[in-house]
Nanobody, 127 residues
Framework: QLQLVESGGGLVQPGGSLRLSCAAS????????IGWFRQAPGKEPEGVSC????????DYAVSVKGRFTISRDNAKNTVYLQMNSLKPEDTAVYYC????????????????????WGQGTQVTVSS
């Protein structure tokens, strides 16, 4: 059974850092593009970042570019989202999603392109 589990969320002060992890079980991530999404209360889901299966393509939302870094360790079956210089507006539930793709250089920034989702991890940025 394909499963994604996010971890690493929590409460952090503005300017702080967190590293989110997206661990896969029941399948190997190496053939999957991974996307990170977030949803704040009362707001629509937002694509944050994505990474292709090879790691050769990485995209970021304008709102997080330069502050967040996505990476993957296929040997550990895990994708990471390093979040630095966090702002209160980064507060949201963060989800990772996966889609198996034949191309190692493609990833998507829209939720509808992914078919496997984790349960999410809460990130709260507040003083």
């Amino acid at each position: 059974q394909l499963q994604l589990v996010e971890s690493g969320g929590g409460l952090v002060q503005p300017g702080g850092s967190l590293r989110l992890s997206c661990a896969a079980s029941g399948f190997t991530l190496e053939d999957y593009a991974i996307g990170w999404f977030r949803q704040a209360p009362g707001k629509e889901p937002e694509g944050v970042s994505c990474i292709s299966s090879s790691g050769g393509r990485r995209d970021y939302a304008v709102s997080v570019k330069g502050r967040f870094t996505i990476s993957r360790d296929n040997a550990k079956n895990t994708v990471y989202l390093q979040m630095n210089s966090l702002k209160p507006e980064d507060t949201a539930v963060y989800y990772c999603a996966a889609r198996e793709l034949s191309s190692p250089y493609v990833c998507y920034d829209l939720e509808r392109n992914y078919n496997s989702w984790g349960q999410g991890t809460q990130v709260t940025v507040s003083s």
